[in-house]
């Protein structure tokens, strides 16, 4: 577990340094046009994260929402922050290359968000879009410490299986030589009764002929 522990603290240090979610303006199409959007990174960004994250976030905004084609909706959505009107908010995940964005576009009614026209509400949905892209970069990151973990786990494991399985043999090695060492004993034993037994049979093979030959004195 030590090993684990070293391993996920230099994944997360390696990953920390130089890695910031960063926001743009950009024009984005969408299916029912190109709209003026809030763009935020996703670094190390897993798409199928990203996509439950996304889902979670246009949810929170309030509205009536919905997915179709790769785009999320929150219509009617409301929020403290964006005044009293309702507004209808988009996004959808953009792909180049390894590198993940999302888009963010909102129709206030009549127009769409811009950062020249609706400064207040630009700067919170901006500010949502931020924290929105940490914490599915946080998450994505986390997925692939547990993938990478779950790896190491199994590759101890099996380090250990190894180790035990030399012990193992090692144990069997001096059993094993234990028994050699009686089996040797054994015969050295055996042998030396053994040619006792030769004595013993060579004296009674003698008595045995002396007693036949009481036969031939019998007349």
């Not at 901006?126 to 692939?144: C, D, L, P, T």
């Not at 190894?162 to 090692?170: A, N, P, R, V, Y």
């Amino acid at each position: 577990m030590k090993q684990v522990t070293l391993f996920v603290a230099a994944l997360c240090t390696t990953w920390a340094i130089g890695q910031e979610v960063k926001t743009s303006n950009d024009k984005v199409s969408f299916s029912h046009g190109s709209f003026d959007a809030i763009v935020v990174s996703i670094p190390y960004g897993n798409k199928d994260i990203i996509e439950k994250e996304l889902k979670s976030e246009m949810k929170d905004w309030g509205g009536k929402y919905n997915s179709s084609k790769g785009e999320y909706t929150a219509k009617e959505a409301k929020m403290k922050e964006m005044g009293d009107k309702y507004f209808d908010g988009y996004a959808k995940i953009i792909e180049s290359g390894s590198e993940i964005k999302v888009a963010f576009a909102v129709d206030l009614g009549g127009s769409y968000m811009n950062q020249g026209d609706h400064k207040d509400q630009h700067r919170t949905i901006e500010s949502r879009a931020k924290k929105f892209g940490q914490n599915a970069s946080k998450e994505s990151v986390n997925g692939m410490i547990e993938a990478e973990t779950k790896i190491l786990k199994k590759l101890t494991g099996e380090k250990e299986d190894m180790l035990k399985e030399i012990e193992d043999s090692k144990k069997d090695i001096e059993n094993y030589k234990k028994k050699i060492a009686e089996a040797e004993q054994n015969i050295k034993d055996n042998e030396a009764a053994s040619k006792k037994k030769e004595e013993e049979i060579g004296a009674q093979t003698t008595k045995l002929g002396e007693t036949q030959e009481l036969l031939k004195k019998i007349k």
